[in-house]
T-cell receptor, first 113, second 112 residues
Framework: AQSVTQLGSHVSVSEGALVLLRCNYS??????LFWYVQYPNQGLQLLLK??????LVKGINGFEAEFKKSETSFHLTKPSAHMSDAAEYFC???????????FGGGTRLMVKP | ETGVTQSPTHLIKTRGQQVTLRCSSQ?????VSWYQQALGQGPQFIFQ???????GRGNFPPRFSGLQFPNYSSELNVNALELDDSALYLC???????????FGPGTRLTVL
């Protein structure tokens, strides 16, 4: 069985500060890992994905994530937060390509001016 | 733009009624998944359809059922609605290579 834990349901940063959103997963097989962003009253937008290629994955809007097998982690970072980054972020895992996604509970990112 | 559309955008039903939600994809990918997202929670997998056959199911009761049509559009049907069915229902199509899923904007269902 697979599961995802996102530490911190709410994260607040100042504009221009580093963003770090934490994700730990469990999976019985090498996983596919994803980060999605959800703006209010909208669906999910794919930020980036890890599919067993490079462990450092670059995504859209300046976000990146690093897969660390030894720590079973896939934390999301961005060097400098913008006001437009304020949203809900979800980490997800899948054990097979195209198969069901298991999501974490989400982290709401707030950006202070 | 993910190329996935869902209808209706919002829906209000009363307990015990039945509802049908719809999803279509411009690109015609043959795998569609449905998720339920309760307020303040992450999405939960309901089921997946591949070439018109159910291809996996999450921990949802049989009153949640689905269909996929030859044009790859899909329906989610929920019978005997309960208050806890109030949620955002998301449809997703698989991308090229099937490594990722692209989501529609969702249907917000409220059960009174």
């Amino acid at each position: 069985a697979q599961s995802v834990t996102q530490l911190g349901s709410h994260v607040s940063v100042s504009e221009g500060a580093l963003v770090l959103l934490r994700c730990n997963y469990s999976s019985s097989v090498p996983p596919y890992l994803f980060w999605y962003v959800q703006y209010p009253n909208q669906g999910l937008q794919l930020l980036l994905k890890y599919t067993s290629a490079a462990t450092l994955v670059k995504g859209i809007n300046g976000f990146e994530a690093e897969f660390k097998k030894s720590e079973t982690s896939f934390h999301l970072t961005k060097p400098s937060a913008h006001m437009s980054d304020a949203a809900e972020y979800f980490c997800a895992v899948s054990e097979r390509a195209g198969n069901m996604l298991t999501f974490g509970g989400g982290t709401r990112l707030m950006v202070k001016p | 733009e993910t190329g996935v559309t869902q209808s209706p955008t919002h829906l209000i039903k009363t307990r015990g009624q039945q509802v049908t939600l719809r999803c279509s994809s411009q690109s015609g990918h043959n795998t569609v998944s449905w998720y339920q997202q309760a307020l303040g929670q992450g999405p939960q997998f309901i089921f997946q359809y591949y070439r018109e056959e159910e291809n996996g199911r999450g921990n949802f009761p049989p009153r949640f059922s689905g269909l996929q049509f030859p044009n790859y559009s899909s329906e989610l049907n929920v019978n005997a609605l309960e208050l806890d069915d109030s949620a955002l229902y998301l449809c997703a199509r698989s991308g090229q290579g099937n490594n990722e899923q692209f989501f529609g904007p969702g249907t917000r269902l409220t059960v009174l």
